[in-house]
């Protein structure tokens, strides 16, 4: 029985980190998704509502910090559900 050897090289590891991590956020958005589609609301990203509240990044952390705006942070990324944000008056 004759088994055959490759070898992997760095770029080769690299290449399938870039790809697994496509991968997994694809599947979290996914997650995510479903999530708020139950409640019928898609999710907003930061910088979203930061456009729509007309409002700094600074300002956006500091009413989630305080607890003004709720979100969940996923990998990094925080999300707002829309219903918040229409009802928010700064």
């Given amino acids: 029985m004759e088994m055959s ?3 992997l090289t760095r770029r080769d590891l690299v290449q399938f980190k870039v790809e697994l991590l496509q ?3 694809l ?3 996914r997650i995510v ?3 708020s ?3 019928g ?3 907003i990203r930061s910088r979203e509502v930061r456009a729509l509240l007309d409002i700094s990044a600074s ?3 500091s009413y989630r910090i305080h607890g003004i705006l709720k979100a969940k942070k996923i990998k990094g990324t925080y ?3 829309p219903a918040d944000i229409k009802k928010f008056k700064p």
């Fill in 5 to 7: 050897t490759e070898a």
């Fill in 23 to 25: 991968e997994m956020e």
């Fill in 27 to 29: 599947l979290i958005g």
């Fill in 33 to 35: 998704g479903k999530a």
């Fill in 37 to 39: 589609s139950v409640s």
């Fill in 41 to 43: 609301a898609k999710t």
């Fill in 59 to 61: 300002t956006l952390q």
């Fill in 79 to 81: 999300y707002y559900d």
